[in-house]
């Protein structure tokens, strides 16, 4: 049975239009509501202005003749199935009908009511199911986009917390190095008894144990860098170049090169064909 179907018939001829309402008829009294227009044109508006299940379309209209009035019907409608109805009892015709979009093409002369309540409710429910799939296609390409777009977010934020660690665990090195060894070796010197040169060994020995996670994964060349190297070397390792580091330290671009040339002998690759950038992501 068809029920409260909205079907909208585009036919010119009066008696294909009036055995068309007849076959509907005698398949349900009730549950087919036919709206006809003979123009393709005032068929294509009433699919713009109102809301229909089906579409019933002959391929020889006053404005329209051909596969070609199929081809201007069915790119304004996406939700809405077609249903080609037409004289031209013609195969290859017909196959091109369904390429083109029509979810099933009859023959006036051979359609019988039960055919045409059959090809109704079956277009119906493809076009639904079709249009189901495609919106789950949209969403699934929509929701594919969302997450490139946080993955490649996640990669940044990643990449940055890195450089943050590396940053961070150069500078803690650094500061050691710098301001509490020395202060160690003052301390050995300075006249210590037995007990307080006990507890300054225990002293060195902790801080050795809590730095040393760190210190392997500097080398002992990278360890002997003055800050303004560690700062070049750090540049360097995020790919910049001599000309762009010059500008970001306001030095010269000689005085980089100095520096370059410097960190290359301080951690053993002077006169080697190896790249400093790639080594200095290396050693990390």
Request: overall charge negative.
């Amino acid at each position: 049975m068809i029920h409260s179907i909205r079907a909208l018939l585009i036919e010119d001829n009066p008696g294909d239009i009036r055995l068309i309402q007849e076959m509907l008829y005698e398949a349900d009294p009730t549950g087919c509501e036919v709206t006809v227009f003979d123009r393709l044109a005032e068929g294509r508006a009433a699919l713009e202005a109102g809301v229909y299940d089906v579409v019933l379309l002959d391929l020889t209209l006053p404005d329209s003749v051909g596969l070609e009035t199929l081809s201007c019907l069915c790119p304004g409608v996406t939700a809405v199935a077609v249903i080609v109805l037409t004289g031209l009892d013609d195969e290859a015709t017909a196959v091109e009908a369904l390429r083109k979009g029509a979810q099933d093409y009859l023959v006036k002369d051979r359609t019988t009511p039960e055919v045409l309540r059959c090809s109704i409710r079956y277009a119906i429910e493809r076009k639904r199911v079709e249009q189901a799939l495609l919106d789950r296609e949209r969403e699934l390409e929509a929701q594919t986009r969302d997450l490139e777009e946080v993955n490649a977010a996640l990669k940044v934020l990643l990449k940055q917390r890195e450089a943050d660690k590396t940053e961070l665990e150069e500078r803690l090195v650094f500061n050691f190095r710098e301001l509490v060894k020395p202060l160690l070796e003052k301390l050995k010197t300075s006249g210590l008894d037995q007990r307080q040169k006990g507890f300054l060994e225990i002293v060195e020995t902790q801080l050795n144990d809590i730095l040393s996670p760190f210190l392997r994964g500097v080398s002992q060349g990278y360890l002997k860098l003055t800050p303004t190297e560690i700062q070049v070397a750090n540049l360097v390792k995020h790919g910049k170049s001599t000309k762009e580091i010059a500008s970001l330290m306001n030095l010269s671009a000689r005085t980089v090169e100095v520096n370059r040339n410097n960190i290359r002998k301080k951690i053993g690759i002077t006169n080697k064909k190896v790249n400093l950038r790639t080594y200095l992501l290396s050693i990390r």
